[in-house]
């Protein structure tokens, strides 16, 4: 039986993969999930054994805890690797309800120096990945929705972008497109997949702690507490919860919206 978190809205039976869950947002997000009852497969690269262990350790924690979790590997810069990843989610959970894109890469590098190749590299991943994954997502939806018509109709879609997506940081043009993208792909896929009863959004996160960042980067961190409104940086835990929410009955009219989890800093003047 599932610990779940009476905080969180109610998703027992939910089957939902997460991607990039090897990392601390998306590690994050699957404990979300995971705490409102629902099934999670997490997904891990698996290019690094460090990426791979960090993976099954959370698997396991999440099944100490009552969850039926699952590890699924995929490489989504390899061709057919996303609907592979899908399928195998799928068939692992019994189904699929919900996806939540948030495998990614953020390197940084001034537009004068940034290749072609390393350009095409951030929108491949950030972009192109997660369209291939929303494609294949809504095909197995579909199927999922025609072979059990009795099952509540609650599928969606989540993308993490970011609030870089309107406001750019220097060295971050790359990623900062790829997030915009983001952002319009789900408005331009809740248009198209509304009709089938897939609700997309997205996420946008401001800066979320990690171990090592206050370290690494103390005036950024500073600035940052410094105006917004909330005063903190955000936690996994509150990207995780806002998936959560989006995921629920309650969002059941919400698709095509994005939304912000920054503690207000979208709300502060730029003068």
């Known amino acids: 039986m599932t610990r779940r978190d009476s905080s969180l809205p109610e998703l027992s039976g939910q089957r939902v993969l997460v991607t990039g869950a090897s990392g601390g947002v998306g590690g994050g997000i699957a404990r979300s999930f995971a705490a409102a009852g629902a099934r999670v497969a997490v997904h891990y690269r698996g290019t690094t054994t460090g990426s791979v262990e960090v993976a099954f350790a959370l698997v396991e924690e999440l099944r100490e805890h009552g969850s039926d979790a699952v590890a699924v590997r ?11 990843l899908v399928g195998e989610a799928a068939r692992a959970l019994g189904g699929l309800d919900g996806l939540v894109n948030n495998a990614g890469v953020q390197p940084l590098s001034l537009l004068a120096d940034t290749s072609r190749a390393e350009w095409d590299e951030v929108l491949g991943t950030n972009l ?3 369209f291939e994954l929303s494609r294949a997502a809504a095909v197995v939806m579909g199927e999922d929705r ?3 018509p009795d099952r509540p109709n609650n599928r969606w879609i989540t993308h993490i972008a970011s609030i870089e997506a309107s406001r750019p940081a220097v060295a971050h043009a790359h990623y900062s497109a790829a997030k915009a993208g983001l952002v319009m792909h789900a408005r331009a896929a809740a248009l198209e997949l509304g009709p089938e009863g ?7 996160p401001g800066l979320v702690e990690r171990p090592g960042l206050e370290e690494a980067w103390p005036e950024g961190v500073a600035s940052w507490k410094a105006n917004a409104p909330l005063g903190r940086l955000a936690t996994p835990a509150d990207i995780g919860n806002a998936c959560v ?3 629920s009955p309650a969002a059941s009219f919400i ?15 730029g003068w």
């Open 74 to 84: 995929g490489d989504l810069s390899e061709p057919g690797a996303a609907e592979a």
């Open 128 to 130: 192109g990945a997660v």
């Open 146 to 148: 025609d072979a059990d």
């Open 198 to 204: 897939i609700r997309v959004n997205t996420v946008s």
């Open 245 to 247: 929410l989006l995921a």
């Open 255 to 269: 698709t095509g919206q994005d939304l912000a989890v920054d503690g207000g800093m979208l709300a502060t003047p």
